[in-house]
């Protein structure tokens, strides 16, 4: 029987060199969308899904990031005397129980697939997940909990997966679709960030529900698509190994918050959702978005 994925690696290890200076002392991951900070999100996406242990794949400079995972007795005896219940049980959804938390150091910058190897050893011989905390995906039914049910049906190593311009295939991993059965589509090939001729409009997103053969491909592989060891070539490896690779066509929203403007997009968007907040932006954004017509 399929084991149960209860796995999943972040890798978080990024110099997040496109949010300087801010990066210079925060980590990219803990730049908030709103009031949580972006691997809040991934964090509670992967819980839905049943993940119970949570690996870091971090590097130098990411100490704000252990610390935010660490419980807080001070701040929750404090807001316990003061009252602020609420404040308390919205803080303690934050924390992460002894032993389900684990930070592994990338030592050097080799690419994402370097990233989920250097893993290897705190995943073993289960299928597990990967999350890429810069893809925020909006979404009813959680992202990676969909992935999973779907992996259920068609075990496998599965890739989220969403169409976008074909200007834009140059900066994703691209499928090479075999058949196409709506949600789930059986893939030929895959390419990390082609320059030219994607073979589909169909990019791989950052989730992925991955079997452990790929750490063999990843212990071999060579350097790819901008001179560093690419996931998306340890997963094409699969295919022509004769296994199976899925990409899943997720229902939600994504928003790409490694770009300042997907970042905006979706401070704008999970504002929006808060009904604390929704009346106040949104005639903010009426006003604007009138006032710029005005003056055009
Ligand atoms: C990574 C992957 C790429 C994928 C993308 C999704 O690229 O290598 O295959 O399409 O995430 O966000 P990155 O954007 O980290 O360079």
């Known amino acids: 029987m399929q084991k149960k994925i209860t796995k999943a690696i972040f890798p978080v290890a990024g110099l997040g060199t496109r949010f300087l200076p801010a990066t210079k002392s925060v980590p990219k991951e803990i730049m908030t969308l709103v009031d ?8 509670d996406e992967a819980r839905a899904a049943g993940i119970t242990e949570f690996i870091f794949v971090t590097s130098r400079g990411k100490s704000a990031l252990e610390d935010y995972f660490d419980h807080s007795p001070q701040l929750e005896a404090e807001l316990e005397a ?3 219940l609420e404040l308390l049980e919205m803080l303690k959804t934050t924390n992460m129980d ?12 080799l690419g994402l697939g370097h990233a989920v190897w250097c893993a290897r050893r705190l995943i073993g011989d289960e299928p597990f997940a990967v999350i890429l905390p810069d893809d925020v995906i909006a979404a009813e039914k959680p992202c990676l909990q969909q992935m999973v049910e779907a992996f259920e049906q068609a075990p496998g190593n ?5 169409e976008v311009p074909m200007d834009k295939a140059k900066n994703y991993g691209m499928l090479d679709v075999a058949e196409d059965h709506g949600n789930l589509v059986t893939i030929r090939g895959m390419v990390e960030k082609p320059k030219e001729n994607p073979p589909s409009n169909l990019a791989v997103i950052g989730r992925y529900l991955l079997t452990p053969q790929i750490f063999d491909n990843l212990s071999s592989s060579s350097k790819g698509a901008g001179g560093e060891i690419q996931l998306t070539d340890a997963i094409a490896q699969e295919l022509t190994e004769g296994r199976k690779v ?8 994504r928003f790409d918050c490694g770009s300042k403007a997907g970042f905006l997009q979706a401070t704008v968007a999970f504002g929006l959702a808060r009904e604390e907040l929704r009346d106040e932006l949104a005639d903010y954004l009426h006003e604007i978005v ?5 003056a055009q």
């Open 36 to 43: 949580r900070p972006l691997i809040q999100y991934a964090i």
């Open 82 to 84: 003061k009252g602020k």
């Open 98 to 109: 002894s032993g389900q938390i684990a930070y592994i150091r990338q030592h050097k910058a």
């Open 158 to 162: 599965m890739v989220a997966a969403m």
């Open 246 to 253: 899925y990409g899943y066509r997720f229902q939600g929203q």
């Open 290 to 294: 009138n006032f710029s017509k005005a």
